[in-house]
């Protein structure tokens, strides 16, 4: 394994997840829709908590997680541009627009940071010893976190937009949060609102049809 290209994964994992949080507190700025709100407000706290799990790894593989590397800095500089993008939004004065702009900015960095744990999870099942447990650990502690954040912001992109454009949508619902439940009902609720979000979106495809007509020649020779 590349001791090398690992510790550059970890370290432009934990700046992207350092930029996730300046990028949910300027969504939250954007926001209209008060579920979509109740949302972003639990992915920031938790986005908050990732921060300090990957730094917490970090630590324990021996790696600075305050050392900024070029990739990492083209890390910041991404994450940058995504609150840039919802700043430049909220100046034009249409909240809708901004908000719209504000979720695909939350999907563009919750895929990234989806795919940097996957990666993660993939290199603990590799890595041995106590390092191995350590990021192991780090991995089950996120993971089915970063599932909802991912596909319950592809839901509400996809529905937002098609509500923009006059189409029917069907806005995606969170199920409100018990305090007293223990960390593995928690989890499946997590894993069932994905599942939730992902079936959402099917049966808006289903009805959304003029995505799949086709697009109208303009040779009037392919006319009969």
Partial sequence: MEQEMVKELLLQSLEHEKGGILIYQTA?????????????????EETEKHVQVLH?????????????????QITHDKGAALVASMEAALGTGDKEMAQCVAAEAVVLAETVD???WQLIGEVAKKMGGAQGKA??????????EE??????????????????????????RRKRRSTSSPQ???RARNRNAARAASRRIMRALG????????IPSSDPSSRS
């Avoid at 939250?28 to 920031?44: P, Q, R």
């Avoid at 917490?56 to 990492?72: F, K, N, S, W």
């Avoid at 991912?150 to 189409?167: A, F, I, T, V």
């Avoid at 009805?207 to 086709?214: G, Q």
Wanted: proline share 5%.
């Fill in 28 to 44: 939250l700025k954007c926001v209209v829709n008060e579920d979509l709100k109740e949302e972003w407000e639990k992915y920031l």
């Fill in 56 to 72: 917490d790894a970090c630590l324990q593989l021996e790696v600075d997680p305050e050392e900024m590397t070029p990739g990492r």
């Fill in 114 to 116: 989806h795919f940097n």
């Fill in 135 to 144: 990021l192991k650990e780090a991995y089950e502690e996120v993971e089915d």
């Fill in 147 to 172: 599932d909802e954040h991912l596909y319950h912001s592809k839901g509400w992109l996809r529905e937002l937009s098609l509500q923009g454009m006059g189409l029917k949508a069907v806005l995606p």
């Fill in 184 to 186: 593995l009902a928690r």
């Fill in 207 to 214: 009805r959304a049809r003029i995505w799949n007509r086709p």
